[in-house]
């Protein structure tokens, strides 16, 4: 099933300190664009209030109330748009209630918000979006507190950047991103980086086709291929540096032999400002994104 008849429900981790604000203006566009439904998810995590001990009933009850309203807010600014929603808000861990949040409400898309200032950081990274990445059974798409900001702001119109590994998740990272090409008019650039053995193959760069990466000869969408040597994530960084776009996308490994925070996609989660789409290899047929 493709992106269109399975993005459905989006998930967004709603903050009250406005750090998701850029992630919830993401999702509006999402939601209006591929006649979605929003669910606004806050999470009060006691260990946010209380080092030592459980935080009292009353208060919990409290942020709880005081969670409700603010997400009722945005819940009507949601309804005078059109878009249809819905409001949750679970005590707990917050990754794992997103995770829970998106099961339950069959979701195709989960929406974080980020710090920002130098991309997501180590620790959240380590914190949420590591988890979610790893767990979820839709893509997971991360926005800096900051993404319209600094040198990489993404330009009017920019496009679509795809950054393509060869691995089990680049089939469901090009339909992503032909998808949101199509849908948002945006041309498509794929950035691949050579691996040793490529270019021991005398790949030539110039030459290398769209199709080569999986994309249909029969896409409406202006498509361009950049492949570059060096690693992976200094060659994204410097593809969204020189043509600033207004989304990446990476597909994520759902294994790794190494423990922690680690990969192309968590490190680019690390270092960009860029909004972020990790897709994942295998996702459910109601949740293809």
């Keep these: 099933?493709?992106?269109?008849?399975?993005?459905?429900?989006?998930?967004?981790?709603?903050?009250?300190?406005?750090?998701?604000?850029?992630?919830?203006?993401?999702?509006?566009?999402l939601a209006a664009a591929y006649d979605a439904r929003l669910v606004l998810a806050h999470g009060v995590d006691p260990v946010s209030y209380?080092?030592?001990?459980?935080?009292?009933?009353?208060?919990?009850?409290?942020?709880?109330?005081?969670a409700?309203?603010?997400?009722?807010?945005?819940?009507?600014?949601?309804?005078?748009?059109?878009?249809?929603?819905?409001?949750v808000v679970h005590q707990g861990e917050i990754a794992q209630m997103l995770l829970r949040i998106a099961d339950q409400y069959d979701a195709g898309l989960i929406v974080i918000g980020t710090d920002g200032f130098n991309g997501a950081g180590a620790y959240v990274v380590g914190?949420?979006?590591?988890?979610?990445?790893?767990?979820?059974p839709c893509p997971v798409f991360a926005v800096a507190a900051d993404w319209n900001a600094g040198p990489f702001r993404p330009i009017p119109g920019g496009p679509v950047l795809l950054a393509i590994e060869k691995n089990e998740a680049a089939k469901a990272?090009?339909?992503?991103?032909?998808s949101l090409a199509e849908t948002f008019n945006r041309p498509?650039?794929?950035?691949?980086?050579?691996?040793?053995?490529?270019?021991?193959?005398?790949?030539?760069?110039?030459?290398?086709?769209?199709?080569?990466?999986?994309v249909p000869t029969s896409t409406r969408v202006k498509v361009a291929c950049m492949v570059k040597d060096?690693?992976?994530a200094d060659v994204v960084e410097a593809a969204i540096a020189q043509l600033r776009?207004?989304?990446?996308?990476?597909?994520?490994?759902?294994?790794?032999?190494?423990?922690g925070p680690h990969g192309t996609a968590f490190t680019l989660l690390a270092r960009s400002r860029v909004p972020v789409i990790c897709v994942p290899p295998e996702m459910k047929s109601v949740s293809v994104l």
Excluded: W
């Design 50 to 66: 209380a080092a030592v001990g459980e935080i009292p009933g009353k208060m919990r009850a409290a942020l709880s109330d005081e």
């Design 68 to 87: 409700q309203t603010a997400l009722s807010q945005l819940a009507d600014e949601l309804t005078k748009e059109g878009i249809p929603n819905h409001t």
């Design 173 to 178: 990272a090009v339909a992503t991103a032909l």
């Design 127 to 136: 914190a949420v979006a590591e988890q979610l990445v790893r767990l979820a």
């Design 188 to 214: 498509l650039h794929i950035v691949h980086a050579r691996s040793a053995a490529e270019a021991m193959g005398f790949l030539n760069p110039p030459a290398t086709r769209p199709e080569d990466f999986g």
């Design 1 to 29: 099933m493709g992106f269109e008849s399975g993005l459905k429900t989006i998930v967004v981790a709603a903050s009250l300190d406005g750090r998701s604000e850029a992630a919830l203006e993401y999702a509006r566009k």
């Design 230 to 232: 060096g690693t992976p």
């Design 245 to 259: 776009p207004s989304i990446l996308v990476a597909g994520v490994k759902r294994n790794s032999g190494t423990p």
